[in-house]
């Protein structure tokens, strides 16, 4: 389902303080796609805000329908952080995700189908 990667502990310091006050990147069961915004400058603070509400994200998506992650680039590839995390948060779930490409703002995207 995703590149073998090493897991990131989302809870180890990572040299940032975490600002575990940030807005809910959604407050509502999205029943269509959409894209949560994970580029804000608190998710660039922090790999495990951006793990934090991505999984939120995905959580809410409906069935049928697709989020699309849009991670800060000042993590780099999702796949050094984000990718073996999703697979263990949501391994009840029958979730599929593809790297997109990298956003013009140096962003990555990724699309989850729920």
Known sequence: MSETTPQHDP???????HDHDADPVTDHVHDNSWSANLEKPEHADSRALVIEQAIDAIEHTAPGNHVNLVTHGDHGHPSKYLFDDLESALDEREVE??????CGCGGHVVRVHI
Not at 11 to 17: E, F, K, L, R, V
Not at 97 to 102: H, M, T, V
């Open 11 to 17: 809870n180890a310091d990572d040299g940032h303080n």
């Open 97 to 102: 995700w593809e790297y997109i490409e990298q």
